[in-house]
């Protein structure tokens, strides 16, 4: 039974800077290929750089990063084009780039690869009463190795954004809020938070990919913040915490890897 097919593939070259959207890519072992494969660090504090602390990193999103070729499986990444707020361009290998990125950042930064043994960052928790912190920043730590937050990949279907929109009309939920790596559009496509009932269960897309369904994705202060022409919205994050503890789509781990392809079928086993 096929309960859905590939609407959208995302990628994040850069952690917390917009990313490129796919028509196809390779998943290894960890992932999408070459999905938050680099971050910024804090000189100062060693901590990645991460739109989680929008007190101190107010503009990572008006940053864009993408590959300047496509990633192929078993080869080095290619240079990461990373657009700056001005609308100017500099390349992750060139000699100035940590200093140029620093100087519009306002924090020295210098640019790391995914392989960091226990990588932190800093996350503020916005004044709501349905969060678990108010108005205080954590350290949080990401997996071993990684700039994942929880786990390798983030799957969000279109049914649960209908039922966002359902549930704050005013509010634009749109895909880039939520930063997911597959978009499902679901078969029946009801006003719904389908994935609740993926967990612990199997993801067969197209002829070769299987995913695991690992939990759900607890969101976080990065969905209210603006973004192009989203404007700021704390009710994006308020209505996810009141109707659906937070969670928006949920995180999964690679079994089997292979290429996914915009359009490829979806079928949970």
Same mark, same amino acid.
């Given at each position: 039974?096929?309960?859905?097919?590939?609407?959208?593939?995302?990628?994040?070259?850069?952690?917390?800077?917009?990313?490129?959207?796919?028509?196809?890519?390779?998943?290894?072992?960890?992932?999408?290929?070459?999905?938050?494969?680099?971050?910024?660090?804090?000189?100062?504090?060693?901590?990645?750089?991460?739109?989680?602390?929008?007190?101190?990193?107010?503009?990572?999103?008006?940053?864009?990063?993408?590959?300047?070729?496509?990633?192929?499986?078993?080869?080095?990444?290619?240079?990461?084009?990373?657009?700056?707020?001005?609308?100017?361009?500099?390349?992750?290998?060139?000699?100035?780039?940590?200093?140029?990125?620093?100087?519009?950042?306002? !924090?020295? +930064? =210098?640019?790391?690869?995914?392989?960091?043994?226990? %990588?932190?960052?800093? *996350?503020?928790?916005?004044?709501? #009463?349905?969060?678990?912190?108010?108005?205080?920043?954590?350290?949080?730590?990401?997996?071993?190795?990684?700039?994942?937050?929880?786990?390798?990949?983030?799957?969000?279907?279109?049914?649960?954004?209908?039922?966002?929109?359902?549930?704050?009309?005013?509010?634009?939920?749109?895909?880039?809020?939520?930063?997911?790596?597959?978009?499902?559009?679901?078969?029946?496509?009801?006003?719904?938070?389908?994935?609740?009932?993926?967990?612990?269960?199997?993801?067969?897309?197209?002829?070769?990919?299987?995913?695991?369904?690992?939990?759900?994705?607890? !969101?976080? +202060? =990065?969905?209210?913040?603006?973004?192009?022409?989203? %404007?700021?919205?704390? *009710?994006?994050?308020?209505?996810? #915490?009141?109707?659906?503890?937070?969670?928006?789509?949920?995180?999964?781990?690679?079994?089997?890897?292979?290429?996914?392809?915009?359009?490829?079928?979806?079928?949970?086993?």
């Amino acid at each position: 039974m096929t309960d859905g097919a590939v609407l959208t593939l995302w990628r994040y070259p850069l952690k917390s800077m917009q990313g490129e959207e796919l028509n196809a890519s390779h998943f290894n072992d960890f992932g999408l290929l070459g999905d938050r494969a680099f971050a910024l660090v804090d000189v100062e504090t060693g901590k990645v750089v991460s739109a989680k602390n929008p007190r101190k990193w107010p503009d990572l999103f008006i940053f864009r990063a993408m590959f300047t070729a496509p990633p192929e499986p078993g080869e080095p990444l290619p240079p990461v084009a990373v657009t700056l707020p001005d609308g100017s361009r500099i390349s992750s290998d060139d000699a100035r780039f940590a200093e140029i990125v620093s100087a519009v950042l306002g !924090r020295r +930064v =210098m640019l790391a690869a995914a392989g960091a043994p226990r %990588p932190t960052l800093e *996350e503020y928790w916005p004044d709501m #009463a349905e969060l678990d912190h108010q108005d205080t920043v954590t350290d949080e730590a990401m997996p071993a190795g990684t700039f994942f937050d929880l786990a390798g990949v983030h799957v969000l279907t279109t049914s649960t954004i209908n039922r966002l929109r359902e549930l704050h009309p005013r509010g634009r939920f749109e895909v880039r809020r939520f930063r997911p790596n597959i978009v499902v559009q679901a078969t029946d496509d009801v006003a719904d938070f389908t994935e609740n009932k993926w967990l612990d269960r199997r993801v067969h897309i197209g002829d070769e990919v299987v995913l695991e369904i690992t939990g759900p994705c607890p !969101r976080c +202060v =990065m969905t209210t913040l603006p973004q192009g022409d989203l %404007p700021k919205d704390r *009710e994006i994050l308020r209505t996810a #915490a009141r109707y659906n503890d937070v969670n928006v789509g949920v995180y999964a781990e690679v079994r089997q890897i292979g290429m996914v392809r915009r359009g490829d079928a979806v079928s949970l086993a």
